[in-house]
């Protein structure tokens, strides 16, 4: 979906032509092709469903109101008429109402939220007083709204409050908004832009998951290999000390929302080590790493190498360094990766770090929470491999277990993000809401599963998807996805086990699969060529269902609600 165009509509009560302008013309991924709606006509759009102007399926749209064009009595407030607020939140609710006449016809909505002008002063000292101000009401009205919106997997409310922060006095021009019905000003509009585009890239699947550090003077001040690790500048009664351990905690947050931190530095590694588990003021210890590379080879090098023994792609990867050669030699080398200009004041990385717009998700799940730990349970385990030997015999010491479910309520959240995420192992890269993978898996013909892996170093969560849908006597793998994290451990033989299995106990004879090509799921398709399966025409599997599919040793599988044989 990443190299598709997505396709939007813009509706709003005034000129939005400049953000359609902005969003068409930036060059950032996800690349989209949008229209304005004509101004002021929001709710006839919303009222009729039908309409023209929906006869075609949107990627995503936007609907961007000023909050007295469709909630009549907020106009009042601005008045200073006194109104009551129950009546100003039933007429929020009917706007949510209107909005959700469209859940159909667009994949994902985004609705900014009400702001008022900045010139206007509303009560003063009074506008946060509750039944009048006007701040007040105006935050009630935009907590209403988001509750209401909650309800629906795809409608997001965007905080356009911070584009009017960020642009200052820009932000409004009475002047524009007469002779161009222009509500705000082009600096909201450029501010509008990244905040869609970064919500965009999460709906797609193109956020990114590891921040690559430097260490000498980007996470502690000093060189650690001339001054020792006691003599490196890090928290104590100092300005830029103080900052590097703030730094670090807010890197530990990341941690917490589900960001991996990997390391990439010309250093000794021993005496990098040491400092990063001995200093008594470092926040960021060695097993809040999924990995590094410490030496004194080339950097951009270095990740790529880092990359692909995280079974991740550069295009996950934000790499921060306090030195502007090395940075520009990787933006150079390694285009997917995201190289931002970094403060060289180093009591502005904590807010240089905040201000990144490319770590967006739409939902989180208990293994996004718990990613950062799975990967260190991934370098631990790489570590026993390499003392193990054969990869059949490392297996076998993993005790892993794989557990099978069908689709159910409690892991859709995490089942959807799985399918629009998951790049590399994926067979057809389809992409779907969770209502349309609801109403997809409940279709007659239709089967979906999803795998959780564990093993004695802990959880992986839920990692895999696979789906059937058969008609007489054939069957069609639709889904076959798999998260890197366990690729190449035979979940992936275990998956078609499942599969196989299930199709055997309602008489199918045969079962297909075809490879649809991405830039990104060649992993996919070198699977499928050595998993046994017939191969023909290069992008065709298909397995008779008579023969038998061994499910691997090592692996304890637990089926919970598959009607499959073992």
């Not at 396709?7 to 950032?28: E, T, V």
């Not at 000292?125 to 009401?137: A, H, M, P, R, Y």
């Not at 904590?350 to 991934?378: G, H, P, W």
Request: with cysteine; proline share 4%.
């Amino acid at each position: 979906m990443a190299s598709e165009k997505l396709r939007g509509i813009l509706l709003s009560d005034f000129n939005i032509q400049n953000l359609a302008g902005y969003l068409n013309n930036n060059q950032d991924e996800p690349e989209v092709e949008v229209k304005a709606a004509p101004f002021g006509q929001v709710i006839p759009l919303l009222v009729d469903p039908n309409g023209e102007i929906w006869q075609e399926v949107y990627d995503f749209a936007v609907i961007w109101t000023m909050p007295e064009s469709v909630v009549p009595s907020f106009q009042k407030v601005l008045n200073f008429e006194p109104v009551d607020i129950q009546t100003i939140l039933g007429e929020v609710d009917e706007f949510t109402t209107l909005l959700k006449n469209i859940q159909d016809k667009v994949k994902t909505l985004f609705v900014p939220s009400w702001v008022f002008p900045t010139y206007h002063r509303g009560w003063g000292v009074l506008d946060s007083k509750s039944g009048f101000g006007t701040f007040n009401i105006l935050m009630q009205m935009n907590l209403r709204l988001a509750q209401n919106l909650d309800e629906s997997g795809h409608f997001f409310v965007l905080n356009s409050q911070k584009w009017i922060e960020q642009s200052g006095k820009a932000s409004f021009n009475p002047k524009m908004y007469y002779m161009g019905k222009i509500a705000v000003g082009n600096s909201v509009f450029i501010e509008a832009m990244n905040d869609i585009r970064a919500a965009l890239r999460a709906v797609t699947g193109l956020s990114k998951k590891l921040i690559v550090l430097d260490l000498d003077d980007t996470l502690w001040g000093g060189i650690v290999g001339d001054l020792g690790w006691e003599n490196i500048r890090l928290g104590g009664h100092d300005p830029i000390g103080e900052a590097f351990v703030d730094f670090q905690k807010t890197l530990k947050t990341f941690t917490n929302r589900g960001l991996l931190l990997g390391i990439v530095s010309k250093n000794e590694e021993d005496i990098a080590l040491e400092a990063i588990n001995k200093h008594p003021e470092m926040v960021l210890r060695g097993d809040d790493f999924a990995g590094w590379r410490i030496n004194w080879q080339d950097k951009a090098q270095n990740i790529v190498d880092l990359v692909r023994d995280l079974n991740l792609g550069l295009q996950s990867v934000v790499f921060i360094d306090d030195n502007p050669v090395e940075r520009a030699r990787v933006r150079e080398a390694l285009p997917e990766v995201l190289v931002p200009e970094w403060p060289v004041d180093k009591m502005l990385y904590k807010s240089a770090l905040l201000s990144l717009n490319c770590f967006d998700t739409i939902a989180v799940s208990q293994e996004d929470l718990a990613r950062s730990k799975m990967y260190v349970s991934e370098r631990k385990r790489k570590s026993l491999k390499d003392k193990v030997g054969s990869l059949d015999d490392w297996l076998v010491t993993l005790d892993m277990k794989v557990e099978v479910n069908e689709l159910n309520a409690v892991d859709l959240a995490r089942t959807a993000q799985l399918l629009n995420k998951t790049n590399q192992m994926n067979l057809s890269t389809r992409r779907m809401t969770e209502q349309e993978l609801t109403d997809w898996a409940g279709e007659p013909g239709h089967k979906l599963w999803t795998f959780r892996v564990s093993d004695k170093f802990g959880e992986s969560g839920l990692t895999g998807i696979a789906s059937l849908e058969n008609e007489n006597n054939e069957g069609r793998i639709v889904d076959f996805i798999l998260s890197c994290r366990v690729m190449g451990r035979k979940v992936e033989e275990t998956m078609l086990y499942t599969v196989f299995g299930y199709a055997g106990s309602i008489g199918l004879e045969k079962i297909i699969a075809r490879y649809l090509p991405t830039p990104k799921n060649n992993p996919c398709l070198k699977f499928f060529k050595v998993s046994g399966l017939k191969a023909s025409g290069g992008d065709l599997f298909s397995w008779e269902v008579k023969n038998s599919f061994q499910l691997p040793r090592h692996i304890n599988l637990v089926k919970n609600t598959v009607a499959a044989d073992d």
